[in-house]
T-cell receptor, first 113, second 112 residues
Framework: AQSVTQLGSHVSVSEGALVLLRCNYSSSVPPYLFWYVQYPNQGLQLLLKYTTGATLVKGINGFEAEFKKSETSFHLTKPSAHMSDAAEYFCAVSHNAGNMLTFGGGTRLMVKP | EPEVTQTPSHQVTQMGQEVILRCVPISNHLYFYWYRQILGQKVEFLVSFYNNEISEKSEIFDDQFSVERPDGSNFTLKIRSTKLEDSAMYFC??????????FGQGTRLTVV
C-alpha cells in the first residue's frame, strides 16, 4: 500500500519569498513521485516528476523537488514566489507506469503582495 | 501540446438518474483513468483501464460505476443511479508507457 502526506493544508508566503511545500510518502517499493498544480476551476497540471536517476528534479515555473529516500520525502520548493503561483498543489505517488496515482491531501499556496 | 478533453464541464442531475461522463484521451496513450475530487477533499483514484479492460479499481468504484471505451477515441464513466455523495469533480487522465499521466479539465457533477 502507498500513501502520501502533505504537511500543511494551507501555506502563505510573501511575494519573492521561498516556497516550501512538504510531502512525505510511504511505499513498499521504489516510488514514482509527482507534484501536480491545480489552479482555480482547472484540472491538474504536472509540475514535475521523479522516476529514477537524479534525485533533484526541476519542473515548470521554476519549481523543483528533491527525492530523499532516507526521509521518504519529496518536498517542493521555489526560490521566489510569484503571485501567479497561488494554487493548490498535490503530491502523488505511484509504483510504475500505468499504475494508479495516490494523492496527498493538497496544500493551498497563498502568495501575499 | 496534446490534451485530454472532458465533456461536459458541468453536469447537474437528479438523484437516481444515470449519468455518463465523457473523455477523449490523448490519441496514442494506452492507459486511461478516472479520478474524483469531492469538494475540499483529496483527489481519489477510481479506476484504470488498459487493453480494453479494467486493470485496477478502488473501493469507491462499486457496481454503480462502469467504464467503457466504445470506440477508438472515447472513454466514458457511467454512474448508474446517482447519489448525493457522488457530487464531485471527476477527472479523466491518460498515459502512455511512461509514468506521466495527463489530466483533463474535469467534469463537475452536481447531484440534486
Amino acid at each position: 500500500a502507498q500513501s502520501v502526506t502533505q504537511l500543511g493544508s494551507h501555506v502563505s508566503v510573501s511575494e519573492g519569498a521561498l516556497v516550501l511545500l512538504r510531502c512525505n510518502y510511504s511505499s513498499s517499493v521504489p516510488p514514482y513521485l509527482f507534484w501536480y498544480v491545480q489552479y482555480p476551476n482547472q484540472g491538474l497540471q504536472l509540475l514535475l516528476k521523479y522516476t529514477t536517476g537524479a534525485t533533484l528534479v526541476k519542473g515548470i515555473n521554476g519549481f523543483e523537488a528533491e527525492f530523499k529516500k532516507s526521509e521518504t520525502s519529496f518536498h517542493l520548493t521555489k526560490p521566489s514566489a510569484h503571485m501567479s503561483d497561488a494554487a493548490e498543489y498535490f503530491c502523488a505517488v505511484s509504483h510504475n507506469a500505468g499504475n494508479m496515482l495516490t494523492f496527498g491531501g493538497g496544500t493551498r499556496l497563498m502568495v501575499k503582495p | 501540446e496534446p490534451e485530454v478533453t472532458q465533456t461536459p464541464s458541468h453536469q447537474v442531475t437528479q438523484m437516481g438518474q444515470e449519468v455518463i461522463l465523457r473523455c477523449v484521451p490523448i490519441s496514442n496513450h494506452l492507459y486511461f483513468y478516472w479520478y474524483r475530487q469531492i469538494l475540499g477533499q483529496k483527489v481519489e483514484f477510481l479506476v484504470s483501464f488498459y487493453n480494453n479492460e479494467i486493470s485496477e479499481k478502488s473501493e469507491i468504484f462499486d457496481d454503480q460505476f462502469s467504464v467503457e471505451r466504445p470506440d477508438g477515441s472515447n472513454f466514458t464513466l457511467k454512474i448508474r443511479s446517482t447519489k448525493l455523495e457522488d457530487s464531485a469533480m471527476y477527472f479523466c487522465a491518460s498515459s502512455d508507457l511512461g509514468p506521466k499521466a495527463f489530466f483533463g479539465q474535469g467534469t463537475r457533477l452536481t447531484v440534486v
